[in-house]
């Protein structure tokens, strides 16, 4: 690719993996198990049905596409479940919960050996970014931090700093303004097929789609790992 100066990067699956893609269960499971207020549920499937309930019940009041911090969620379950509870006690049960998931959620958390391997070379030729939805304030700078790979991104945009998730385009040139690029230099790398392949494409970007479980064979100029992005760049 010619005149390509910039990469913005999707993070989760993509620059950070998982070690098993997680469900609604196990995002609901990671807040709820180990936080020192199961016992104020049944039981986690009850806790789970406050989840989804309070998970469509917020989406509803919001556009599609606006974001809103994870503990927000976890603040309208502990309301829904005991709605005399005190302030001050349903906010510590709402820290316990949110830094129980947080905790969890880091610790599923890895960089892979092709991902470590290859970002120290693009950074000889280009300057990275990184463009994600994520519901933890400051999560994706720690995740990207803890993981040692923290310093080959000159920006870090979030969906929750922004107050807007992809494919909304107003997180996308967010992250262009704060690189200085424009969007015929630039190429967007991530691993879902509208937020990283189609809107990147329609803003001009390049992009370059993570393809690494052959999920869409029918997709022209993807990679499979990424070490292709070398080659193909």
Request: glycine share 6%.
């Amino acid at each position: 690719m010619k005149n390509i100066k910039y990469i913005l990067f999707d993070c989760m699956e993509t620059i950070v993996d998982l070690r098993q893609l997680p469900g609604l269960r196990d995002y609901a499971f990671w807040g709820f198990n180990g936080s020192g207020v199961e016992d104020m549920w049944e039981d986690f499937d009850e806790f789970f049905r406050y989840y989804l309930l309070t998970r469509s019940d917020i989406s509803a009041r919001y556009h599609k596409n606006q974001e809103y911090e994870m503990s927000e969620r976890f603040l309208q379950i502990v309301h829904l479940s005991f709605p005399d509870l005190a302030v001050s006690r349903m906010e510590n049960v709402t820290k316990k919960l949110s830094c129980n998931y947080w905790d969890n959620y880091k610790a599923a958390c890895y960089v892979k050996e092709d991902v470590a391997a290859v970002l120290p070379k693009l950074t000889e030729k280009y300057r990275l970014g990184i463009v994600s939805n994520f519901m933890v304030m400051g999560g994706i700078e720690e995740l990207l931090e803890i993981n040692g790979v923290r310093k080959y991104f000159d920006v870090v945009v979030t969906s929750i700093a922004e107050g807007w998730r992809k494919p909304d385009p107003i997180i996308y040139k967010a992250a262009l303004d704060r690189l200085g690029a424009s969007v015929g230099e630039t190429v967007f790398v991530g691993d879902d097929y509208v937020n990283d392949m189609v809107t990147p494409a329609e803003l001009g970007m390049k992009p370059i789609f993570l393809d690494r479980y052959g999920k869409y064979p029918e997709v022209s100029g993807k990679i499979t790992d990424f070490n292709e992005l070398l080659w193909l760049l």
